[in-house]
């Protein structure tokens, strides 16, 4: 078995990933950088991010307005110290990439363009047409080849972490080209794997978003925070769930019900559209569920018009949204409405850090869709993920940087190892007969769609938390029939299932615990957000039975809690 040796590894290379390597690499050009990312880097599921990033640059905004946006957007739940670090860090990180080559939309003056978004209150998006995420990964991915002190392993997937008294030392993976198992001490780690749309049956996410960095946290005692807040995006295609970007809304677009109404300014009279996505999600939910939807071969929907924005600002700043509404759902943008439903799209919790990136795990960061700060709280804004992987991720590279410039590496023991490579090729891959995971899979994501979704109740959470762990019992059971060690995607997809019937399960748990409703979680028996309990984060913590929750107080510096509306 085969041992690598790195200062700093990096878990993931979407953005967030890129841009922790990047960091690490230029703060000392004689750090190690390992950047292990289980498909290659450009597809991430950052290259899929349409409408853009948002950050104070314009001279008609200010910090103030971003930070308080964002606090408002998240229902009062983000922690505004690391709101405050955000956004002041915001503009820098976006400039960064202009030098580094990004081709930014511009105005009519040649400065950089901004769009406006859901719940911000001025243009503060800044966007490359409606394909800003495959820009952004484009960029990092560049730039991080310049840099020799990072080494690349693409298609490796990382199994497990190995912490000793509390301080990361290693991590164990496989090279999934060929089926072999391997071993890295590192001083320091910085998680980046991403979100866990593929939970959910109807998802805007790519089929690698299955939360492994979470689990692998949760797994060797990291908590994880916010987990009962997830975020559907109000205009997915009816479906698969494919996305339709919030900048069809923030160039002008705007929602139909079959009454020909524009029934959003019953929700959100001075916002309508551009309210923040759970209201907007909620909106949608109700007119389907009132009767006020459109029929279709995928369930009713509501209808998206951009018709009146015209063909020259569809076809140059919304060329993708017209190929996505003509390819998948049959419909010319220019004279028909698009097709939408809400769509799982984003998960607001992730590995608890704090404004540093840092876990409570001595070595060990996370940054990106994968860690929780706070700064999305109950409800992330849109255009604000992408930033925060720049902001943070740099925070993490550098922090990681540091720590492994003032540590020494920690043997990984043989049976560590060993333990680890049994439970995978004995335990899992060698099993005859068993149970198909595909099966235990579909499962999940109905239970998930059907009682873990936009509303909730503490009936069908607990139902669905006893229907996860009969899975878990039921997981033990699987096994494959491919048995090949060249790109066996099957036994990968049953690791990433193990991986994601552990966050189901926190995702659930906090859920139920959680008796309100703010942002994104909507509580049919407790419909009132509850500032005097509730006004904290949840910690989940792995425990022998089920999971433990410890509270954690919301950082509140400059803005008290006042009620939410658009
Ligand atoms: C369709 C879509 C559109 C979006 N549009 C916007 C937008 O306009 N603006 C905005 O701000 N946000 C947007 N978002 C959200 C935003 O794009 C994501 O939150 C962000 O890109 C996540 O980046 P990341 O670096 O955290 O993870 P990802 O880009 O998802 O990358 C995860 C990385 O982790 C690696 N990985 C995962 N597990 C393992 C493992 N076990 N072993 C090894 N490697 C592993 C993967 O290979 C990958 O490299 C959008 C999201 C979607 C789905």
């Not at 840092?358 to 070595?363: N, V």
């Not at 992408?386 to 492994?404: P, W």
């Not at 995971?437 to 009682?451: N, Q």
Request: charged share 30%; proline share 3%.
């Amino acid at each position: 078995m085969d041992k690598i040796r790195a200062d700093v590894i990096v878990i993931g290379a979407g953005a967030a990933g890129l841009r922790a390597a990047i960091e690490a690499a230029s703060m000392n050009q004689k750090l190690k950088i390992a950047l292990i990312s289980k498909v290659y880097p450009m597809r991430s599921h950052t290259v899929s991010a349409e409408g853009g990033a948002a950050a104070v640059i314009k001279e008609y905004d200010n910090l103030e307005s971003h930070a308080y946006d964002t606090v408002k957007g998240s229902d009062f739940l983000a922690d505004q110290d690391a709101v405050e670090a955000f956004v002041s860090r915001a503009p820098m990180e976006l400039k960064n990439l202009e030098k580094w080559g990004l081709p930014w939309a511009r105005d009519e003056q040649g400065r950089m363009a901004a769009r406006a978004f859901g719940g911000m209150s001025v243009k503060r998006t800044f966007f490359a047409a409606d394909k800003t995420g495959f820009y952004i990964l484009h960029t990092l991915f560049q730039r991080s080849i310049l840099y020799e002190n990072i080494e690349r392993f693409d298609e490796w997937f990382v199994t497990s972490l190995i912490v000793e008294n509390n301080r990361f030392k290693g991590l164990t993976a496989i090279d999934i080209k060929n089926g072999t198992f391997h071993y890295f001490e590192g001083k320091a780690a910085i998680i980046c794997t991403g979100g866990i749309g593929q939970l959910y049956k109807t998802t805007s996410n790519g089929a690698i978003n299955t939360g492994d960095g979470m689990a692998l946290a949760y797994r060797v005692g990291a908590p994880l925070k916010d987990m009962e807040f997830v975020q559907f995006h109000p205009t997915g295609l009816p479906g698969k769930g494919l996305l339709i970007t919030e900048a069809a809304r923030g160039e002008g677009g705007y929602l139909l019900n079959n009454q020909n109404e524009r029934f959003m300014k019953r929700y959100a009279p001075e916002k309508l559209e551009l309210a923040a996505r759970d209201v907007v999600s909620r909106a949608i939910f109700n007119e389907i569920k009132e009767g006020r939807g459109f029929k279709g071969k995928y369930g009713d929907y509501i209808g998206l018009d951009i018709r009146h924005l015209g063909k020259d600002v569809i076809d140059k700043k919304l060329p993708t949204v017209k190929e996505m509404a003509e390819k998948y759902a049959g419909v010319n943008p220019y004279n028909e409405l698009i097709p939408v439903r809400p769509t799982m799209h984003y998960m607001m919790g992730g590995v608890h850090t704090n404004k540093e990136a840092e876990t409570p795990i001595a070595g060990l960061y996370a940054a990106g869709e994968a860690a929780c700060v706070s700064i999305n709280g109950a409800n992330r804004l849109g255009s604000n993920s992408l930033t925060e992987c720049l902001v943070f991720g740099s925070i993490a590279g550098y922090n990681a940087a540091r720590f492994a410039l003032e540590h020494d590496y920690l043997e990984v023991s043989k049976e560590e190892v060993t333990r680890e490579e049994n439970r995978i090729f004995d335990g899992l891959i060698k099993k005859e007969n068993g149970i198909p995971p595909s099966d235990i899979l579909y499962e999940l994501k109905d239970i998930m769609e059907e009682k873990v979704g936009i509303l909730r109740n503490g009936k069908d959470l607990e139902e669905a938390l006893s229907s996860i762990m009969k899975l878990k019992e039921r997981f033990k059971q699987v096994s494959v029939t491919d048995k090949s060690k060249t790109y066996n995607t099957d036994f990968i997809q049953i690791l990433e299932l193990d991986f994601m019937l552990d966050v189901a399960e926190t995702i659930t748990y906090a859920a139920l615990k959680r008796k309100e409703s703010r942002g994104a979680h909507y509580r049919v028996d407790f419909p009132k957000r509850d500032d005097e309990h509730f006004l904290v984060h949840q910690l989940v913590y792995k425990s022998e039975y089920e999971p433990r929750i410890e509270l954690l107080p919301v950082v509140i510096t400059k803005w008290k809690p006042t009620e939410r509306k658009y």
